[in-house]
């Protein structure tokens, strides 16, 4: 193993890990924001990420998804190393993202949104094609199913935040992904969709059999859903276990309640 | 909710109102000008504006009033209009109706509706504010020019050569300015413009500051036909271009290009391709307008008030949309040459004026602003959204009120 750490660590867990991070560094200037962090995500799992704000989640799921490249260590996808990899790679690789910042495309109309999100339909001449019947109905599909049918000649920056919540998911749906990493699902919506998005969440995992790597603040969301939980503060892994033991973590009740 | 249902209809009822005062304006408008032209006062210059103004506003809010059933008609019978218009354009100056001058402003309009519809490829439908799109017009004017001129290359086989350069042009320079995004890749591609003069200015083979007098051009006719051609194909490609997937991912460029690279999208390649199609068929008419003009220089082949003109027509029109840019040209050019034989010397101003109450009462252009309409109406019929809906209704309110 410490003649070869790479081959060596990942072989373990190399068939059940979707996601796994070694010894992950990402600094700004003198800013550590992510600090040697391991992690990794077995196949169907739901996994959480917690931590205080600047915490370095999301810039954990920046150096995952490729769009940082990171300082140091190491991102396996499906065991094979794909440290360095561009966005596009990792996405083609059916690694699918959503942001914090809900993004959808706002002047496009809700189906256009849909239709342009699918892998399908990506060789060359099939962008001179209208989208195919298959893309289309699976887009009717995803509309009914987070129900916006009746909105899919809307422009998708006219509809309201949690609208758009539900689109920016039916689109990662659309692109078909084998992990989904989502950033804040729960974030700004209210009571009763929080409860809508644990169902969409979870039916996702199991009937679709998508894993999933989430960060969350709101705790009842993530305690609830999370298979396991990692928890990041200032930049370091501190804990790692299933909810319940997370819940009863010290360190991570100090990083969030600022106990010394 | 009973409370929100009630705001919502209140501003539905405001929207209205808004379109129907508008309208009821502008037929008392055009009534008053009737009676005048009927009275001692006959027809003055000032009345016709008038008139235009008042069938303007009452045209406008009758394509309000009916946005949906406007907008579907044209998305589903989009071709066989197309097909009207050429024909129809053909037809009017086959037969002989059109005189030289009507000649010439119809030859304009169609040349100014390429240009337009070519900056919003890249402008509106992909976001990116080209400021240099003279640059491949006149590039395609020179390579025309000199080949016709210094070779003897027939006009047709210039016209090939034109648009592969401008295309080739466009594709190295955006390899450079395409990294740039907003206000940075505006300066950059103006740039490009102004160095294109310079250079134009300083070659012999452009005949420097004293251009390239061209003679035995095909007479205005035939270049009418051709303009056509070009504007007809061009609507064409980028109508179905709008359908496809190729045309969508233009507009994830446009509305968030980090998005659509996190989804897997080779940004690159595809906003290369736009600019590269809307230099094509910027350099095409470029090498008509040579020929036509008998005359390039530095000055005509780079224009820069047409490279401003054109946006204003887009922006007029309706950026992101493919009849918009069209229509903006055709209104606009068709506006500055009644203007010029009315009120000589005025047509700037009513101009800028125009482009004042575009800009503050339709941000959205007129295809943009009915698009906008429909969408409205749409989100009530399915009942709005939790904070979707007042946002929505105040939209509309203020779309209602404008003219």
């Keep these: 193993m410490a003649t070869d750490p790479q081959t060596g660590s990942a072989a373990g867990t190399a068939d059940t890990a979707v996601i796994r991070t070694e010894n992950v560094t990402k600094r700004f200037g003198g800013l550590t924001a992510v600090d040697s962090v391991d992690m990794h995500v077995d196949r169907g799992e739901i996994v959480g990420l917690i931590g205080p704000n600047g915490a370095g989640k999301s810039t954990l799921f920046n150096c995952i998804t490729g769009a940082y490249e990171v300082d140091e260590g190491h991102v396996y996808l499906n065991g094979t190393d794909v440290t360095g990899s561009s966005e596009r790679t990792m996405s083609q690789a059916g690694l699918v993202r959503m942001f914090q910042e809900t993004r959808v495309y706002g002047e496009m109309s809700v189906e256009e949104n849909l239709l342009v999100s699918s892998r399908y339909d990506t060789d060359v001449l099939s962008q001179f094609r209208t989208p195919s019947q298959e893309t289309r109905e699976k887009a009717d599909e995803l509309l009914a199913y987070v129900d916006l049918d009746g909105l899919r000649d809307m422009e998708a920056g006219r509809m309201s935040f949690g609208q758009q919540k539900l689109l920016e998911f039916a689109m990662a749906l659309m692109a078909d992904p084998d992990v989904l990493l989502m950033d804040e699902p729960a974030g700004g919506i209210n009571p009763s969709m929080i409860e809508q998005m644990l169902d969409y969440i979870r039916d996702t995992n199991t009937e679709q059999e998508v894993t999933i790597l989430l960060i969350e603040h709101n705790m009842d969301f993530v305690m609830e859903i999370a298979d396991r939980i990692y928890a990041l503060a200032h930049g370091e892994r501190i804990a790692e276990g299933t909810p319940t033991e997370i819940q009863n973590d010290d360190r991570v009740l100090d990083a969030y309640l600022g106990r010394e | ?403």
Excluded: C
């Design chain 2, 1 to 403: 909710m009973s409370t929100r249902d009630l705001r919502t209809r209140l501003q539905t009822v405001r929207a209205y109102l808004g379109t129907y005062g508008w309208l009821a304006l502008g037929g008392a408008i055009l009534v008053l000008v009737g009676l005048q032209w009927l009275g001692p006062l006959s027809t003055s210059r000032a009345s016709l504006l008038f008139f235009a103004v008042g069938l303007f506003l009452v045209v406008w809010n009758l394509l309000l009033l009916r946005a949906t059933g406007v907008l579907e008609f044209a998305h589903d019978h989009a071709w066989t209009l197309l097909a009207v218009f050429a024909v129809g354009a053909v037809a009017v100056q086959a037969a002989g109706l059109l005189n030289s001058y009507w000649s010439t402003v119809a030859l304009q309009m169609f040349m100014f509706g390429v240009l337009a519809l070519s900056w919003d490829l890249i402008g509106g439908q992909t976001g990116y504010p080209s400021f240099g799109n003279m640059a491949f017009f006149g590039i395609g004017g020179y390579t025309a020019a000199v080949l016709f001129k210094n070779y003897g290359v027939a006009l047709p086989l210039t016209l090939v050569v034109a648009a592969v350069m401008a295309l080739v042009f466009a594709a190295i320079i955006g390899v450079i300015v395409l990294r740039l995004r907003g206000g940075y890749f505006a300066i950059a591609t103006l740039g490009v413009l102004l160095v294109a003069i310079q250079v134009a200015r300083n070659l012999s083979i452009t005949g420097g500051t004293d251009g390239i007098i061209l003679l035995d051009v095909p007479d205005q006719a035939l270049i009418y036909y051709g303009m056509l051609a070009v504007l007809v194909t061009e609507i064409a490609v980028v109508y179905y271009l709008s359908t496809t997937r190729f045309g969508y991912v233009l507009n994830t460029i446009r509305d968030d290009e980090r998005k659509a690279t996190a989804m897997g999208i080779n940004t690159t390649y595809y906003k290369t391709a736009a600019w590269g199609l809307s230099a094509l068929f910027t350099g095409l008419v470029g090498a008509m307008w040579a020929p036509y003009n008998t005359f390039i220089d530095p000055a005509t082949a780079f224009n820069t008030a047409w490279n401003v003109e054109f946006i204003v027509m887009a922006f007029i029109g309706g950026t992101g949309t493919v009849i918009g840019p069209v229509l903006g040209a055709f209104g606009i050019r068709s506006l500055v040459f009644q203007i010029d034989s009315l009120f000589t010397g005025w047509q700037l101003v009513v101009l800028g004026v125009v482009v004042i109450v575009t800009v503050i009462g339709l941000p959205e252009g007129l295809v943009g602003q009915l698009k906008q309409r429909a969408s409205a109406l749409k989100y009530y019929e399915y009942g709005g959204g939790a904070a979707g809906g007042a946002e929505a209704a105040d939209a509309d309110a203020t779309e209602g009120g404008n003219d």
